[in-house]
């Protein structure tokens, strides 16, 4: 099993940054895939970015430009570096681990299996 913890979140302001982590731990060698995850209160569950076993990644089109995950595998954790925030960045942020992913035309979409997740970090961006 895959336990994960997330690190990072906090309070800033419109333009500033910040740079999340996730720890995994257990069997990661299970792990496929790694995905970020974005929930504002009333809001639905958001997809924010996915990379693979590669190092292929996808984003939302709401963080292209603004956020890159990336992955350090010999200390499995992932990151999240997120600049140029906006106060509609504001949410919990979550982790999570896939046992696959979806690609359409050669392009990692999805990562799926997510049967791991963190628990959540906030952030919180004024304007």
């Known amino acids: 099993q895959v336990q994960l913890v997330e690190s990072g979140g906090g309070s800033v302001q419109s333009g500033e940054s910040l740079r999340l982590s996730c720890v995994a731990s257990?069997?990661?060698?299970?792990?496929?895939?790694m995905a970020w995850f974005r929930q504002a209160p009333g809001k639905e569950r958001e997809g924010v970015a996915v990379i693979d076993s590669d190092g292929s990644t996808s984003y939302a089109d709401s963080v292209k430009g603004r956020f890159t995950i990336s992955q350090d595998n010999a200390k499995n954790t992932l990151y999240l570096q997120m600049n140029s925030l906006k106060p509609e960045d504001t949410a919990m942020y979550y982790c999570?681990?896939?046992?696959?992913?979806?690609?359409?035309?050669?392009?990692?979409?999805?990562?799926?299996?997510?049967?791991?997740w963190g628990q959540g970090t906030l952030v919180t961006v004024s304007s």
């Open positions: 999570a681990a896939g046992r696959s992913a979806y690609y359409n035309d050669g392009y990692l979409r999805e990562c799926l299996g997510l049967d791991a």
């Open positions: 257990g069997y990661t060698v299970s792990i496929y895939c």
